[in-house]
């Protein structure tokens, strides 16, 4: 059973009840920060084709063995090397409404992470030179996110106040400087992998990459209250 003391007050549900009374001011910010690449994610791959599967197994096994070891002797870890998709698809031709078995399709993709962006071209042309007949994407990113995130959080905060200030100007009231909700309402992503297209390479020049920058932006929705 419940008794309510006439000298009892209940100071948090008063607090609450005064928070919901009061005039509320809502304002989203965004911030954005830009940061230069300094590491990229390659997808490497080799396919073969033979009609005999073990034969098309053995070769690709070899083309990627090869690439591997190519990758290593420009000092990218083994560790920075991994499978991302190995894949076994029989492969057929349709002539007048007919299915023939062409043969079998080896696809084996290896995600590379180049820690030094220099080498992105070398490494795709030795790749392609020792093997690999498949660059599926380019990935460029920031080995810390995080730092550059916050930056931009911290942006997208300063353009909510300013918007909430310009509002509670144009409305004539004061505005309180301390919100009383802050909410993040997204993080950045990642930036999109860049399809790249095998093609051939000549042999005298490096492949030229560009990695550019990433945008990085960050948003948020504050609550201020105003009298």
């Known amino acids: 059973m419940y008794y309510n003391h006439p000298g009892f ?3 948090g549900m008063r607090h609450l009840d005064d928070l919901t009374m009061m005039n509320r001011l809502i304002v989203s910010g965004e911030g954005s ?15 073969t084709e033979n009609q005999n599967l073990s034969v098309a197994q053995k070769e690709n096994a070899e083309k990627t063995t090869s690439v591997i070891q190519t990758l290593m002797s420009l000092g990218i870890p083994q560790s ?3 499978t991302s998709n190995f894949r076994v698809e029989p492969q057929y031709n349709y002539e007048n409404g007919q299915q023939q078995f062409r043969g079998y399709r080896v696809e084996h993709q290896l995600q590379v992470t180049v820690k030094d962006i220099r080498q992105t071209g070398q490494a795709i042309d030795q ?14 990113t920031v080995s810390n996110p995080d730092a550059f995130y916050n ?13 909430a200030v310009s509002m509670a100007r144009a409305l004539q009231v004061t505005l309180r400087p301390v919100p009383i909700i802050v909410q993040e309402v997204s993080q950045s992503l990642p930036p999109r992998p860049v399809p790249f297209q095998a093609v051939m390479y000549a042999q005298s020049a490096e ?3 560009q990695p550019g920058e990433n945008k990085i932006t960050a948003s948020v929705k504050v609550q201020y209250t105003y009298s």
């Open 80 to 82: 920075d090397i991994q």
């Open 207 to 209: 492949t030229p990459i």
């Open 33 to 47: 920060v830009s940061a230069v690449p300094d590491r990229v994610l390659l997808t490497i791959g080799v396919i």
């Open 127 to 140: 790749a392609v030179a020792n093997g690999a007949n498949s660059i599926s994407s380019i990935q460029f």
């Open 151 to 163: 930056q931009a959080l911290s942006l997208a905060i300063q353009n909510a106040q300013q918007k």
């Open 9 to 11: 007050q209940n100071t």
